[in-house]
């Protein structure tokens, strides 16, 4: 297995949504696991997860790809990597925060895993940002790092894998009805703790996190909040990869 390694920036698709209150210490996270064969046959390309959260007057965005990714794994000289943001005055409808402002996080990589970073049309960051100091722009509203680092996210697969079972079970004895998504609508208190009991625990133990001996490769950006708000405080971010041109001839490929 690879190396576990310390998350990015001390902390810590193919689409991810999240959303972040930026006047307040919130944060969000959205998953993205096990792709179709066209995504997870590209892993540079791959979005795992996707988090945002509030440090002081900075926004932090982060994305980490490549699922497992091992030892030597490298971004993708042919892919853009986005974070799409978009800032509004307050929650509700359109009519009342008035339209959101958008405003793109673009990351870029050379052969040699040089990263080319642009916050909208107002700041840009090029170099080595694989330190664990990160890289920053002259003025200091950005800050990246981008490199291998431990998947963050906690999955504990086999208790899903347990409630799925369960919930196929009680839907055969033809007691349960469904959304149109998909979900049990119409579960008993027993059945609910019973599920529960299923996603907190694997086997009747403490939950084991499947993704603990796995790496990523982590973009975190460190934003002044100042540059993602001019449309309001209240700012959305979602995450893609994209394509620019043959994926297969990246670095580490």
């Not at 576990?4 to 969000?28: F, H, Q």
């Not at 990589?109 to 107002?122: M, R, S």
């Not at 998504?181 to 019973?194: R, V």
């Amino acid at each position: 297995m690879p190396m576990r390694l310390r998350p990015a920036l001390g902390t810590l698709a193919a689409l991810a949504s999240v959303a972040a209150v930026i006047g307040y210490a919130a944060s969000a996270l959205s998953a993205d696991h096990q792709d179709g064969p066209a995504t997870t046959s590209e892993p540079p390309a791959d979005i795992n997860d996707v988090y945002s959260w509030i440090d002081g007057s900075n926004a932090i965005l982060a994305m980490t790809v490549y699922p497992a990714a091992p030892t030597g794994a490298q971004f993708s000289n042919n892919v853009q990597y986005v974070f799409h943001t978009s800032s509004v005055s307050a929650f509700g409808a359109a009519a009342d925060a008035g339209a959101p402002v958008p405003l793109d996080v673009i990351a870029t990589f050379d052969a040699t895993q040089k990263i080319k970073l642009w916050v909208g049309t107002t700041e840009y960051v090029t170099g080595d940002a694989s330190q664990t100091s990160g890289l920053s722009s002259a003025d200091g509203k950005v800050k990246v790092f981008a490199g291998l680092r431990a998947d963050p996210f906690f999955f504990n697969l086999d208790g899903f894998h347990n409630t799925t079972a369960t919930v196929e079970a009680v839907a055969g004895g033809g007691t349960l009805t469904f959304t149109e998504a998909g979900c049990p609508n119409n579960l008993t208190p027993a059945q609910l703790t019973l599920l529960g009991t299923d996603l907190a625990t694997t086997d009747g133990g403490p939950p084991v996190n499947h993704f603990a001996t796995f790496n990523g490769l982590a973009i975190v950006v460190s934003v002044a909040k100042s540059l993602l708000t001019a449309g309001g405080p209240v700012m959305s971010v979602w995450a893609g990869t994209y394509a620019t041109g043959p994926i297969g001839d990246a670095g580490g490929q």
